[in-house]
């Protein structure tokens, strides 16, 4: 079944530790990307990834960083978790020339 | 500047009632928009493109270049409509902006 699987479902964690959630696609899409989702504001994107090892900035990048080794992985890194990135967030991926967007089912990650 | 708007956060309707989420939009290109929803607890997923101007689940958008709109409509509101429904407008190669979303509820 073609996919997108993120890890963990939901987190809770302290303020300053470090964390990573994974994000995997099996329809070898080249175009990658996180997302937050907050009350009010929608769906803001915090990076992307064009292939790998190309990774560009989103509108909210700070405090997120990314990674492309792999075609299929683009995990999100948290170096130092603060509460205000408490958050859904939502890993996408689309192949290249193609609109829709294939999304995972969430993470739902509180930083206490 | 580049921007998608859902004026509406919720929108109330009784079951077999019409129904119309707004989206407006602003671009400077030639827009390609989408309407995504998202069930209770479930992830994203398309409903509707524009350049494929097809009918899904009874839901229908037609973009409207000269009024920058791309709304959403359905002539009778099933309860199983219920749902966060949130516009895109696919900026350049990489980039989506979605609007800040309109949760529909549909009344039995």
């Known amino acids: 079944e073609a996919q997108v699987t993120q890890n963990p479902r939901y987190l809770i964690t302290v303020t300053g530790k470090k964390l990573t959630v994974t994000c995997s696609q099996n329809m070898n899409h080249e175009y990658m990307s996180w997302y937050r989702q907050d009350p009010g504001l929608g769906l803001r994107q915090i990076y992307y990834s064009m292939n790998v090892e190309v990774t560009d900035k989103g509108d909210v990048p700070e405090g997120y960083k990314v990674s492309r080794k792999e075609k299929r992985n683009f995990p999100l890194i948290l170096e130092s978790p603060s509460p205000n990135q408490t958050s859904l967030y939502f890993c996408?991926?689309?192949?290249?020339?193609?609109?829709?967007?294939?999304f995972g089912q969430g993470t739902r990650l509180t930083v206490v | 500047a580049q921007r998608v708007t859902q004026p509406e956060k919720l929108l109330s309707v009784f079951k077999g009632a019409p129904v119309e989420l707004k989206c407006n939009y602003s671009y400077s290109g030639s827009p390609e928009l989408f309407w995504y929803v998202q069930y209770s607890r479930q992830r994203l997923q398309l409903l509707l493109r524009h350049i494929s101007r097809e009918s899904i689940k009874g839901f229908t958008a037609d973009l409207n270049k000269g009024e920058t709109s791309f709304h959403l409509k359905k002539p009778f509101a099933q309860e199983e409509d219920s749902a966060m429904y949130y516009c895109?407008?696919?900026?350049?190669?990489?980039?989506?902006?979605f609007g800040t979303g309109t949760r529909l509820k549909v009344l039995a």
């Open positions: 996408a991926s689309r192949a290249q020339g193609a609109g829709e967007a294939f």
């Open positions: 895109a407008l696919k900026s350049g190669t990489y980039k989506y902006i």
